[in-house]
Each structure stands twice: as structure tokens, then as C-alpha cells.
């Protein structure tokens, strides 16, 4: 899987793209495959709660299990001035890539562009 946050031009942005991708993930982290990063990060609990859930063909109560604490320690978040460093905080020394969404409106493009400057010029080692 490519690292993804979550980011837009401010926090209510941000709770937007939450929401939108929240389901995804509860999906993806309801299969064995994804499992053992709940399990390394602490969270077993959640990841039983998944799969039950998912075995169960509950699938409108994935979504729920996923809190937004919980999704703030699976995926970076954070508006595009705060997202730079904070990917680095997450990322430095362990990915060469990242997917970000480009934004979802043209006006939000310049803001976009100066993240994606900001981010290019982080040092990679």
C-alpha cells in the first residue's frame, strides 16, 4: 500500500477527506492482509471488531469502528501548511513516495503547489 494523509486547505477540509475515506479504510483493515498493522500499533481490539463485523456482513458498522483518534494514528492529517513537516515526521527514512489527492477545488491549487514545494525540499535522508 502507498502512505496516504489526509489534508486539505483547513481542518474542516481536513474532517471532509476524513470522512470520505473513512469507510475505505475500515474495509481494507477488516482483511487479514492489513492486520498486523493494527495488531503492531496496539490496536488488536479494533482489528478483532473489524473482522467480526466483516464476517458478520455488517459491513455499515466498519466505518464506525474507526474513530477519528483511531484514524489520526493510521494516517497522517493535517491542513496543507501543517502536512509537510508532519509527513516527514511520519515517513522520513521509511518510504520513497507518497499518494496525496489533489484538491478537490481549483481554488485550492496555489495552497496545493506551495505544500508540494515545501515538501520536495525536506531532506530525504
Not at 56 to 74: F, M, N
Not at 91 to 120: N, Q
Amino acid at each position: 500500500m502507498v502512505p496516504k494523509a489526509l489534508t486539505g486547505r483547513d481542518e474542516a477540509a481536513v474532517a471532509t477527506a476524513r470522512e470520505s475515506m473513512r469507510s475505505e479504510l475500515a474495509f481494507l483493515y477488516s482483511t487479514p492482509a492489513y492486520r498486523g498493522t493494527l495488531d503492531r500499533l496496539g490496536l488488536t481490539d479494533v482489528a478483532d471488531r473489524l473482522t467480526q463485523s466483516a464476517q458478520s456482513g455488517d459491513w455499515t458498522a466498519l466505518p464506525q469502528i474507526l474513530t477519528d483518534k483511531i484514524l489520526k494514528t493510521l494516517v497522517p492529517q493535517a491542513p496543507y501548511p501543517d502536512l509537510p513537516p508532519l509527513l516527514h515526521s511520519w515517513y522520513a527514512h521509511t518510504c520513497h513516495g507518497i499518494s496525496l489527492d489533489v484538491p478537490p477545488t481549483p481554488a485550492d491549487d496555489p495552497a496545493f503547489r506551495t505544500m508540494l514545494t515545501t515538501l520536495r525540499t525536506l531532506p530525504s535522508a
